[in-house]
């Protein structure tokens, strides 16, 4: 069992996640051919790091990061995202959302809703067809940038993990409310976190505000 974390430093904590990565070059990070997580696994410069302790491998650090870089696409004050990786190969890649309705027009919300990032790229996972055994592979990292252009807090939420746990993936990479990363197995992280947008969904009490 795993569940790790790392915690910011002194020197990374000075600049902003954005300015970190302004030269990032997250397309040669989307496969690697090796499937060591060992100190000579090539890493990045301090200036690209993201904030890093013992327990977090140089390629937990690196798909990180390529999910920060997909936070950034986000519309949203709250720019989640989210990547999924397979051997060391970036399968799919999703942020965070505006949905004010269902293309099936099953759903219309008098306020938009958002779509989170986990979703999104179990979205475009269902739609490869993986097969059970190559789901069962899956590592999920998912991050959010804040306003202030940090890492913050993007643990998934109760609908997200429920979705996650069914389809059976093998662990998720997320960022806490203290700017760390944390490493789980799925099947080890539990949450009864609901979401403003969740909430629009399941709770009839918001259509009367």
Do not use: W
Not at 2 to 18: D, F, G, L, R, V
Not at 43 to 69: G, W
Not at 77 to 90: D, E, P, R, S
Not at 119 to 125: E, P, T
């Amino acid at each position: 069992m795993y569940s790790y974390s790392y915690k910011k430093t002194k020197e990374n904590s000075a600049s902003p996640i954005h300015e970190k990565y302004a030269n990032y070059n997250a397309s040669s990070l989307t496969s690697d051919s090796s499937s060591s997580d060992s100190d000579s696994s090539p890493s990045p410069s301090p200036s690209h790091k993201v904030y890093r302790q013992r327990h977090i491998s140089n390629k937990d650090q690196r798909f990180a990061s390529i999910a920060l870089e997909e936070a950034s696409k986000s519309t949203l004050l709250m720019q989640h995202g989210c990547i999924a990786v397979l051997n060391g190969k970036v399968l799919a890649k999703g942020c965070n959302n505006i949905r004010s309705h269902s293309k099936d027009g099953l759903l219309h919300f008098r306020k938009c809703c958002s779509a989170h990032a986990e979703i999104s790229v179990l979205h475009k996972l269902c739609i490869m067809e993986l097969s059970p055994k190559i789901v069962q592979k899956l590592v999920l990292y998912i991050v959010r940038i804040s306003r202030s252009g940090e890492m913050a807090e993007s643990a998934p939420c109760f609908h997200c993990t429920l979705r996650m746990k069914k389809l059976n993936i093998k662990a998720i990479v997320f960022s806490n409310s203290d700017g760390e990363l944390e490493k789980r197995r799925i099947n080890e992280y539990d949450t009864d976190k609901l979401t403003y947008g969740a909430k629009r969904v399941i709770d009839p009490s918001f259509y009367i505000r």
